[in-house]
């Protein structure tokens, strides 16, 4: 079992939509969780973070935390062209050190 | 502007060649990471550092070597043992330690990508 896990996608999602992007994983003692932008060949870019359980939210995008249930969510509200991209999380373990698993990635196409 | 720099940007090697990439960092971020890309995956961690003089493997070490001889700086070198060195690499750094402010984020540099002729 892959320690961080994502639905690949493609994502295909209307402009002005909502896009629902899950992530779970395995580590019940995870602190932190993060979610990143890649756009195609570029470096990922951090959009959202949360650490405690319950939503986060800011501008168009809200976090939503589940650690009983081991999953992490992002919404994306009226979704526009320039967020297609592959969305990654990643979770900080219990490592004092601070290691962060990545999952693979959801790709999310919004189309006009 | 505070950042982290990678170079080169592309890069070509032929197969038996050991190459280095360099990462720079002006941040100053106490950990500095290595991180593989291939298409349709995840980030795999290759070497991770905390201190000066000080590196951890991660779970592709295999077939590369880094030193952190500065703060500043944590090249990787991708060896000719290496055998699918081809792909997507990716420096990261970020603070530890008390009086760092910030959310504990990584910190990525614009990336490496090695392809093999």
């Known amino acids: 079992q892959k320690e961080v896990e994502q639905n690949s996608g493609p994502l295909s999602v209307p402009e002005g939509a909502i896009a629902s992007l899950n992530c779970t994983y395995s580590d019940r003692g995870s602190q932190s969780f993060f979610w990143y932008r890649q756009y195609s060949g570029k470096s990922p870019e951090l959009i959202m973070f949360?650490?405690?359980?319950g939503d986060k939210e800011d501008g168009r995008f809200t976090a939503q935390l589940n650690k009983a249930s081991q999953y992490v969510s992002l919404l994306i509200r009226d979704s526009q062209p320039s967020d297609s991209a592959t969305y990654l999380c990643?979770?900080?373990?219990?490592?004092?050190?601070?290691?962060?698993?990545f999952g693979a990635g959801t790709q999310v196409v919004v189309t006009p | 502007d505070g950042g982290i720099t990678q170079s080169p940007k592309y890069l070509f090697r032929k197969e038996g060649q050991n190459v280095t990439l360099s990462c720079e960092q002006n941040l100053n971020h106490d950990a500095m990471y290595w991180y593989r890309q291939d298409p349709g995956q995840g980030l795999r961690l290759i070497y991770y550092s905390q201190i000066v003089n000080d590196f951890q493997k991660g779970d592709i070490a295999e077939g590369y070597s880094v030193s952190r001889e500065k703060k500043e700086s944590f090249p990787l070198t991708v060896t000719s043992a290496q055998k699918n060195p081809t792909a997507f690499y990716l420096c990261a750094s970020r603070p530890i330690g008390r009086g760092n402010s910030g959310t504990g984020e990584l910190f990525f540099g614009e990336g490496s990508r090695l392809t093999v002729l």
């Open positions: 990643a979770v900080q373990t219990t490592d004092s050190w601070g290691k962060f698993q």
């Open positions: 949360i650490y405690s359980n």
